[in-house]
T-cell receptor
Framework: EDKVVQSPLSLVVHEGDTVTLNCSYE??????LLWYKQEKKAPTFLFML????IEKKSGRLSSILDKKELFSILNITATQTGDSAIYLC???????????FGAGTRLFVKA | DAGVIQSPRHEVTEMGQEVTLRCKPI?????LFWYRQTMMRGLELLIY????????DSGMPEDRFSAKMPNASFSTLKIQPSEPRDSAVYFC???????????FGSGTQLSVL
């Protein structure tokens, strides 16, 4: 059965800290891994990763995928209070082309 | 584009009542997903359609749940009869094609008393 496991489940940091969020997965015929940010309502897209070792970057956020070890990390540098959110990791496999999500990491950034 | 549109935004009902949630995907998207989100279980996939055909409904909790997609621009998720444990936020999401990112609606907050 396809599975996505995120850690930690929750995290409290101070502004300016750097955080690393983890995502490990098991999926039939991996196709892609996606990161989403969820604030108050709908999740919004951050990154899609399909190849190992290639870092995707957007401002203070970056992410990388390791297809051999079946995991991805999401880094946030110089955190701000606006980074407080749930960060969701999802995978899609060619076994059914469905997208399944992990439980998420709840990040709280203190001023 | 208006994005994925869900209705209602909030639904409060009593145990035993029928509940119908509605979703209009983004025009041109051929896959539609229904998810349920709770604190305990996170974002669970309920059912997934491709080209209006249900592909995987293994996440539908039990026979009380049913989903339809009569055409490319409309889908419903029905719960009959509803129970308090069905209380959650229900999200609809669509994507243009396999291998592409999902776009989410704003969700329906369901409370079953």
């Amino acid at each position: 059965e396809d599975k996505v496991v995120q850690s930690p489940l929750s995290l409290v940091v101070h502004e300016g800290d750097t955080v690393t969020l983890n995502c490990s997965y098991e999926v039939t015929n991996f196709r892609s891994l996606l990161w989403y940010k969820q604030e108050k309502k709908a999740p919004t897209f951050l990154f899609m990763l399909t190849s190992s070792g290639i870092e995707k970057k957007s401002g203070r956020l970056s992410s990388i995928l390791d297809k051999k070890e079946l995991f991805s990390i999401l880094n946030i540098t110089a955190t701000q209070t606006g980074d407080s959110a749930i960060y969701l990791c999802a995978v899609e496999g060619t076994g059914g082309f469905k997208t399944i999500f992990g439980a998420g990491t709840r990040l709280f950034v203190k001023a | 584009d208006a994005g994925v549109i869900q209705s209602p935004r909030h639904e409060v009902t009593e145990m035993g009542q029928e509940v119908t949630l509605r979703c209009k995907p983004i025009s041109g998207h051929n896959s539609l997903f229904w998810y349920r989100q709770t604190m305990m279980r996170g974002l669970e996939l309920l059912i997934y359609f491709n080209n209006n055909v249900p592909i995987d409904d293994s996440g539908m909790p039990e026979d009380r749940f049913s989903a339809k997609m009569p055409n490319a621009s409309f889908s419903t998720l029905k719960i009959q009869p509803s129970e308090p444990r069905d209380s959650a936020v229900y999200f609809c999401a669509s994507r243009r094609d396999r291998g592409e990112k999902l776009f989410f609606g704003s969700g329906t907050q369901l409370s079953v008393l």
